[in-house]
């Protein structure tokens, strides 16, 4: 079938997984291109908490909006005058406690392999604070409140500049997680025996990050009942807690799709450090018992796709499912009880060749499941103005669009950072379809008091509000998806003056 532009190996990247040809970036996922539209995956989603914490000693600024100061490489942040501060709160100034009347906002940023990630740049209402080494920040702020993330440099050569800037307007919640990209430079070697296995065909060998499914090339289980492999990269020093599956499928006649007949998993902490073997990794396979998944997956009817595939699977070790065609699907399927979350997972992707669009979508699938559906809706994120090379004033400017039921919208915008002598692009997460150009300017990512920008809006599936976005209980990896329009031109661009 077509590439996708991204392909799903491509959307699995920006979304934080990693190919085994060394250390990569995983890039931020803001969801589908606006010129390009939405999918939607409609799912129960799994739970979870937000890793990392909070620590006292969390630095804050004071209140002044026109100083946001620099980290302090002590680990405190320089306060509106000239100290370093350290704590939950900045010095604030002179003239009383700059906290009072604010609500204590607690957060951690993780990377899409969700551990935590040191020295990220959290900015809101003119205070600036710097994630600790276990990824958490404090800050004292009134409630709603837009946020701004600045990454942390990918690799340390990179000083001072920052990675990408993100904007979150709206917020209320007092406890959020962000994720931020993330330079996967980790791994170690796994190596291990398995018992209990058939004569034939060989068992296959899958391995979990998170909810991520990694991809392992050939991790093949061999004549002796050993594997060996080297692990996906990670990111950071910290050891991974990651799950290790083993499967064999029933002996079947070619042609005949295979039927899983006993199971392995395991789960394993990964220390870049030191490798991985026998007994740590060792396992001894079963026949589990099933429970029926009522899967579904409708293309969108009337477009034209006439190239699809469709496939659902078991930790990167097992295709429970798999179909090549754009006829839609209801088909049920067993899947093994007692799986940790994470490890059963959808990818979907078509294209038109009629309208030159194509989609990728790929989810988690709860581990206790019953039923289970991907669909790509029909209407797309599109923009409403500012037209295309519109001349704007800073105060009065605004970006638009029109928005599609159930998913959050990601405007993507792109400027020239001066000081840094590069181009930034930026993603602002809201709800609001009519976004004043001056809120966006005052997040403090970079922008100058005029200038020019391109515009496209994107949007994120299932989630209703930039609070969804960055609740403690939200797993990026469990929805990846795009959805493009190539028939569109975008972004658009436009400028923007001071009064």
Same mark, same amino acid.
């Given at each position: 079938m077509r590439a996708l532009g991204l392909g799903l190996l491509g959307i699995a990247a920006a979304c934080g997984s990693t190919s085994q040809q060394g250390p990569t970036a995983a890039a931020g996922c803001g969801g589908l291109d606006a010129t390009s539209g939405s999918a939607s995956i409609a799912a129960a989603t799994s739970g979870g908490t937000a890793s990392g914490g909070t620590t006292a000693g969390a630095a804050t600024t004071g209140d002044s909006p026109g100083s946001l100061p620099e980290p302090d490489p002590a680990g405190g942040v320089a306060g509106d005058n000239g100290g370093a501060v350290s704590g939950t709160s900045g010095a604030g100034g002179e003239g009383g406690d700059p906290d009072a009347g604010k609500t204590l906002i607690s957060g951690v940023v993780v990377g899409d392999d969700e551990l935590p990630v040191a020295g990220a740049v959290v900015l809101a209402q003119g205070r600036r604070v710097a994630s600790g080494a276990d990824g958490s920040f404090q800050l004292h702020l009134t409630i709603p409140y837009d946020l701004a993330l600045l990454e942390p440099p990918l690799e340390a050569a990179d000083q001072p500049s920052i990675g990408e800037p993100h904007g979150y307007l709206g917020l209320a919640r007092t406890q959020i997680k962000l994720y931020v990209r993330t330079l996967q430079s980790r791994t170690t070697h796994i190596s291990g025996s398995v018992s209990g296995r058939l004569p034939t065909p060989e068992p296959t060998v899958g391995l979990v990050y998170g909810h991520s499914p990694q991809r392992l090339g050939d991790a093949a289980v061999d004549a002796s009942d050993h594997f060996s492999l080297s692990a996906p990269p990670w990111h950071g020093d910290a050891p991974l807690r990651a799950m290790l599956l083993v499967a064999q499928a029933d002996p079947a006649p070619d042609g005949v799709a295979p039927h899983l007949n006993s199971l392995a998993t395991r789960a394993i902490l990964l220390d870049p450090s030191v490798n991985l073997g026998s007994p740590a990794t060792d396992v001894t396979l079963a026949k589990p018992t099933f429970h029926t998944l009522a899967f579904a997956w409708q293309p969108p009817a009337g477009k034209g796709f006439d190239d699809c595939d469709v496939t659902v699977e078991l930790g990167g070790a097992f295709q429970l499912f798999f179909q090549h065609g754009c006829a839609p699907v209801s088909r049920n399927i067993d899947i093994p009880d007692g799986l940790p979350e994470?490890?059963?997972?959808? &990818?979907?992707? /078509?294209? &038109?060749?009629?309208?030159?669009?194509?989609? /990728?979508?790929?989810?988690?699938?709860?581990?206790?499941?019953?039923?289970?559906?991907? &669909?790509?809706?029909? &209407? +797309?994120?599109?923009?409403? /103005?500012?037209?295309?090379?519109?001349? +704007?004033?800073?105060?009065? /400017?605004? !970006?638009?669009?029109?928005?599609?039921?159930?998913? !959050?919208?990601? !405007?993507?915008?792109?400027?020239?950072?001066?000081?840094a002598k590069r181009n930034d692009c930026a993603d602002i997460y809201t709800s609001e379809a009519v976004v004043p150009l001056s809120r966006i300017l005052s997040l403090g990512l970079a922008t100058a008091a005029s200038g020019s920008m391109t515009f496209e809006v994107k949007a994120v599936p299932n989630l209703q509000t930039a609070d969804d976005l960055v609740a403690p209980s939200y797993f990026k990896a469990d929805a990846t998806w795009q959805y493009r329009d190539y028939g569109v031109v975008a972004p658009r661009s436009f400028s923007y003056s001071a009064d």
């Open positions: 994470g490890v059963i997972s959808v &990818s979907a992707n /078509g294209y &038109s060749s009629v309208q030159n669009w194509e989609y /990728g979508a790929t989810a988690v699938v709860p581990s206790t499941a019953t039923p289970f559906s991907v &669909s790509v809706p029909q &209407s +797309l994120p599109l923009i409403q /103005g500012p037209a295309d090379r519109a001349s +704007l004033k800073a105060s009065t /400017g605004a !970006l638009s669009y029109a928005p599609i039921a159930n998913a !959050l919208a990601d !405007l993507r915008l792109c400027f020239p950072n001066w000081k």
